[in-house]
């Protein structure tokens, strides 16, 4: 689906895409921007994944982890 204003990039939202019909605005409620490129996207994954490992088995952050984790924190709250 290509919406106009709508910058490119990798988008987050819990709408089924298989639903027969989607309502634009709710589509755009509930959408958030994740990241500019398939690379970043990857990454993201990748130490999102590793983290919940971090947190869920009491392993210890590395340099890169606590680094991801302090600006992820920095950022403000909300942005789509």
Do not use: H
């Not at 939202?13 to 959408?31: A, H, M, P, S, V």
């Not at 600006?71 to 942005?79: D, R, V």
């Amino acid at each position: 689906m290509k919406l106009k204003g709508i910058k490119s990039g990798w988008y987050a939202t819990k709408i089924r895409f298989y639903e027969e019909e989607i309502d634009k605005n709710e589509l755009l409620k509930d959408t958030y921007y994740c990241v500019t490129s398939f690379e970043e996207f990857m990454y993201q994954f990748r130490i999102e994944n590793t983290l919940w490992f971090c947190f869920n088995l009491n392993f210890a952050l590395n340099e890169i982890e606590q680094e991801y984790l302090d600006k992820i924190e920095n950022q403000p709250k909300g942005e789509k």
